[in-house]
Structure formats: structure tokens, C-alpha cells
């Protein structure tokens, strides 16, 4: 999977918790959650949806390593990187 | 027309769901209305046969008119020998009428206070239903009829919620004496067990620090009974069960509190399972009427925003609103020495009139035990 494909499955989640941002217009490095006020329940729902799109369940002892969005695109390409080559 | 809220005085009928000669049991859905907190989906509260359907669709209508009659089941259908009494539409959606000019209506049982209001301000007491003794028109039903009757510009979502939302708080402001405490619990315990139990479980199955607070809450009102219900006619009714206020943010909008109803009785998972069933018909308007009325104490939880300690406002009839900040790492001092703890504030917000300090403090320390105690929960 493309980078360009896991960042379109990251703005699609986000736009589907908080339908009124503009998720393409955020900064790399800005907080996801602060900027887009997402609470822990949107959270959750967010990596339900990637989890479904990506195939990446993610452990909660790694919830602080997706903040921004660099962060994400970065844990996740990663972690879809370790799937394909295992 | 059931009331909705605090200070809910109409709603616009949009759309039956149920015709005359439908079955109908406790708990199904046979209208939608329109109120300032949404689109609300109208239960019904016994078992029976729709009788008869006496509102159209499309009418904004005061709280208490009739809306429909439902038969018992195996009652033989009614006779009707007077039609029931229905307060006609204030007025219709699309379209705004100039005020009535009172024509006299001596056969309309009103208070001179009443008939004089009416006079004063162009409202037909015909149209009026009665609050007073045996359906006496009073001057507070007729005062409610010329507001609903004015022409209003229509607002946007947003504003109606603010709106709905000022005259609870402000009655709350108004008529509660609160009081507040708060208390500072260590979470370690219970982050801890969350821990372990979201390790062993896959996303769609994992539970949130919300679950844990509000089953704890739920079992501490066990022990202070009192903060668990309404105050109506100056006497706290205590309620058996806990229908916890989950209050919800609707983004943009405000927040809401829907009922999650038997928090006493679910199992974590049950309450993460109504969290996740709540949460998205919050969001989209698609509340069941009971959500908003039966409410029996209101849970806030900020935490998410980075707020240490809230003090909320009590939604009326209510008597306690417990809120919670966020969970913090904060010096704590144990056994002569200071550790580094995951530190959450809980509030507590009371009325006075149906309890004082000593029984609020009981329920925060209540409170307390059973945060120590997750497994038990």
C-alpha cells in the first residue's frame, strides 16, 4: 500500500469523526486531536476504521505514537511494511 | 406531546411511525418531532392498539397535547362521547399568522387573571390547554401561548440548542442552591487493569476510562441513594435505578446528556456497548424521548480537553451532576513519601435542598473505594 493510500484512509477517517475539518489543511506536525478536537472515543473509533481499511490493529501502549499526522503516516507505513514482509 | 426537557415547551410533530390498528409494546417508536435539541424519536409507554391519531404531521404543538390515543390491550375501543381535548398546532411550520384578537369564549374555563392576559395580548383561549385545577386556564399557560405564538425567525441548529440550553441552565441557576466538593483519586489501580484488559482485547472490544467512572459512580450512589434522583414539588423522590446523563459533545454544537439507562445493573462491556450505540445518535439527532427525560444524575468528563477540575451545573429536576477531569500525573504523598501518580479530580456538584456536604462527601469518597476496586466493578 502507497503512502498516498494511507494518508487518503487517515483523511477519510478523520473526516467521517469530525465532518465539519478540513483534514488535508492540517500541518504534519500539528496535534491530530487537539487540532481536530477528537476525544478518546473518536479516537478509538478512528483506529476501528483504520484497523477495517489497513489492517493494523494497534496496541494502546502505542496510542502516544500517532499524535500528528507525520507520526501516523510514519506508524503505519511502517507497520503495513512489517505485515508485507514477514 | 411528552416533555423533553427541563424547559421544553413545544415541539413540532414531523412523521408518525404507527397508524390506528397498530399493535404497539412498551419502548417502540411511533413519532418523530422536532425540538430544539434535535430530532427526537417519541417511545411509547404501554402495551396496547393505536386508537386513534388526533395530530398531523407538520404542527408545532405545546407540551401535553394529545397526540394519540392507544387502547389497552383487550380493552373494547372507547366511545367517544365528547372529543378528547386536543390543543390545535400554534402554528404551522412553513408559514407565520398574525396574533388572534380574543373573541370572548365564555364557555372557556379560565382565571380572570388569565382572561385578562389573554385580552391584553391577542390569545384565543380557545386554543389554550389549561394547567390549572381540573383544566383551568391560568395566566402562565396563557403567557406560554402568546411566546409560542410570536413570530419567531427561524434559527439554525446551533442556535436552538443554545437556546434550549440557556433556559435549563437558567432555571437551574435560578432555582438550585448548589453546592461543590471535589476529591483527588489516585487512578493507578484502574488505568492499570485497563491496561491489562485492553491488551487482551481487539479494538472494536476495548473499553474506555469513561466505562470504568461511570459504573463506578453507578455503584457509589448504592451508598449515598440520595444524589440519585429528582427534586420535584419540594421533595427529593430517590430512584432505585441510575440512569446515568452520559453527557456527550456534539462537536460544534453544545453538549448533551442522554439517559444510559440501568448503569447500576451493566457490565463494563454492556456500558461500552451503549457508549458506542448513544455516542453516534447523539451526533446524528436520533435520540429516543426516554434518553432525554429519564435521567437520574448527570456524568461530564472533560478530561479529554485537558481540564483538571469542572463544577457543573445540575440539569433540573435532577439533584447531582458528578464531573471528572482529565487523568494527570501529579506528585502524591504515600506512606511519608512522594511517588508520581496518575491523579484524576472528581466533583461533585449537589443540591442543597435534597442533600448537604456530609452525604456528598460520603459519595466522593464512595466514589474513591471503587475506583480501588476496578475488578469488582
Known sequence: ?86 | MPSLGADMRAAILMRWRVKPGDRVKRGDIIAEVETDKGLIEIEVFENGVVDQILAEPGKKLPVGTVLATIRGEGEPAPVIVTPPVVAPALEPVSEAKPPVRAAPMPHVRASPLARKSAQELGVDLSKVTGTGAGGVIEQADVLQAAAMTKEEKPLAPAEKFRRAVAAAMSRSNREIPHYYLATEIDMTRSLGWLTDQNAKRSLKDRLLVAVLLIKAVARALADVPELNGYWIDDQLQKKDAVHAGFAIALRQIGLIAPAIHDAHLKTLDELMAAIHDLIPRARSGRLRSSELTDATITITNLGDLGIETLFGVIYPPQVALVGFGKVANRPWAERGTIVVRPVLTATLSADHRATDGLRGAQFLEALNDRLQTPEKL
Open chain 1, 1 to 86: 500500500m502507497s503512502d498516498a493510500e494511507i494518508k487518503r484512509a487517515i483523511f477519510d477517517g478523520l473526516r467521517k469523526i469530525a465532518p465539519e475539518s478540513d483534514p488535508e489543511s492540517l500541518a504534519l506536525d500539528a496535534n491530530v486531536r487537539k487540532t481536530l478536537d477528537i476525544d478518546s472515543y473518536d479516537f478509538l473509533n478512528l483506529l476501528i476504521g483504520l484497523n477495517e481499511k489497513l489492517g493494523v490493529e494497534v496496541p494502546e501502549q502505542d496510542y502516544g505514537k500517532l499524535r500528528s499526522l507525520k507520526e501516523m503516516l510514519d506508524y503505519f507505513s511502517a507497520r503495513i511494511g512489517e505485515s508485507t514482509t514477514k
